[in-house]
Every structure is written in structure tokens, then in C-alpha cells.
């Protein structure tokens, strides 16, 4: 199983509070991803890195923001929380080559009262 | 724009066949295949390119035609172990991004 670690695992906030959530890796793979799943959308993309301080939007990315300052760690923060970004968020990570594969992490249970 | 999953759910028998279909409106350079299983993290299956041939994954099979912009994943002689939600998430030009699927919910009953 690829090294990936989410913390924290649950977490249980309320509106208007920031949040960040962690995803760490020990595959020393370049691209990181995060997303979120809710009920009917399946998997969503939020924000994505392809290398140290590169990071790009996803297709849900308002609301959020991410940060990459060593290749291990992907950071995640909701600057001010909602009840609409109440959801499980998984972190992903790649080798980014032809013909990649995502390695996904266990997910963070988020609720925002 | 998410590609369409169909269909949103299948029950099973073992033993049984199922075909899970994926469709994307935009041009296709991959097609990705994981399966979930509840409480869990996706599980990575199999990845179809552009240009290239049927994947296998023991009885678990896929096609992509790029013309139509489809891919289909097959069951074959289903085992209660393949329960789970199944997504399709494609790769267009842009590379290193996937846009999943709804999703399918697969049951096999015993």
C-alpha cells in the first residue's frame, strides 16, 4: 500500500471557524491531490499540486485553499468553515507519468454545525 | 464536466455478469477505474489509454472506445468480494487530472 496519511481522521467544527486538514506522503511522489465526496457527486476534485509551491483549482476549489512546501505534505484549509463543506475529504497522490495511477488516502470525516 | 456512470446501481447474484458503462461529453485520453468499498478509500483497478487495449484485473475487464468518448467496465462471474461503488474517472488533454463518475453501487448476493 502507498505510504499516505491523513490527519486528522475526524473532525467536527463549527461555522465561520478555519480548518486545516493534513495529507502526508512517503512515496516522494510529485502530484497530490485533494477531493471531496459527498452523497450523488462522487469524487471532486478541490485543489491539485504537481511539484513544491505548484498548485492549481479544481472544479470545486471556492471555499478552499492549499499549500505545498515540501513535497511530503499537502495542506488543505478551509478558511472560514461552512456547513455546505460538511463532506469525507480524500487526498490522492501520483507519480504524474503517462499512464498514472492515484493512491488514495483513508479520508477525513469533516462536520461543520 | 463529470462523466455519466450507468447504471446508478446493479444487484447481483454470483456468478452473474454486469457491464458498468462511462461516458464523457468531452475528447478522452484515459480512462480510470477504482472501486470503493463502504468506509473506505477508493482502490485503484485499472487505467485504459488512448490507443490502447482491454485491461483484465482477474474476471474484472474494461474497454475504451475513443470515438465514442465510452468506456465499459465488465463483471465477470461475479464474486461477493466485488461488492462495492464503482467509479470511472477520465483524463482529458490537459493530463494529470481526473474528473470521476457519479458512481455505481454493485451488490452480489450469495
Known amino acids: 500500500d502507498a505510504g499516505i496519511t491523513q490527519s486528522p481522521r475526524h473532525k467536527v467544527t463549527e461555522t465561520g471557524t478555519p480548518v486545516t486538514l493534513r495529507c502526508h506522503q512517503t512515496?516522494?511522489?510529485?502530484?497530490m491531490y485533494w477531493y471531496r465526496q459527498d452523497p450523488g457527486h462522487g469524487l471532486r476534485l478541490i485543489h491539485y499540486?504537481?511539484?513544491?509551491?505548484?498548485?492549481d483549482k479544481g472544479e470545486v476549489s471556492d471555499g478552499y485553499s492549499v499549500s505545498r512546501s515540501k513535497t511530503e505534505d499537502f495542506l488543505l484549509t478551509l478558511e472560514s468553515a461552512t456547513s455546505s463543506q460538511t463532506s469525507v475529504y480524500f487526498c490522492?497522490?501520483?507519480?504524474?507519468?503517462?499512464?498514472?495511477?492515484?493512491?488514495f488516502g483513508p479520508g477525513t470525516r469533516l462536520t461543520v454545525l | 464536466q463529470q462523466p455519466v456512470q450507468s447504471p446508478q446501481a446493479v444487484i447481483l447474484r454470483e456468478g452473474e455478469d454486469a457491464v458498468i458503462n462511462c461516458s464523457s461529453s468531452?475528447?478522452?485520453?484515459?480512462v480510470h477505474w477504482y472501486r470503493q468499498k463502504h468506509g473506505e478509500a477508493p482502490v485503484f483497478l485499472m487505467i485504459l489509454l488512448k490507443g490502447g487495449e482491454q485491461k483484465g484485473h482477474d474476471k474484472i475487464s474494461a474497454s475504451f472506445n475513443e470515438k465514442k468518448q465510452q468506456s465499459s467496465l465488465y463483471l465477470t462471474a461475479s464474486q461477493l468480494s466485488y461488492s462495492g461503488t464503482y467509479f470511472c474517472?477520465?483524463?482529458?488533454?490537459?493530463?494529470?487530472?481526473?474528473?470521476f463518475g457519479g458512481g455505481t453501487r454493485v451488490l452480489v448476493k450469495p
Open positions: 499540486s504537481y511539484g513544491v509551491k505548484d498548485t
Open positions: 474517472g477520465t483524463e482529458g488533454a490537459a493530463g494529470n487530472k481526473l474528473t
Open positions: 468531452k475528447a478522452l485520453y484515459s
Open positions: 490522492a497522490i501520483s507519480e504524474g507519468q503517462e499512464g498514472f495511477r492515484q493512491f
Open positions: 512515496e516522494n511522489h510529485r502530484y
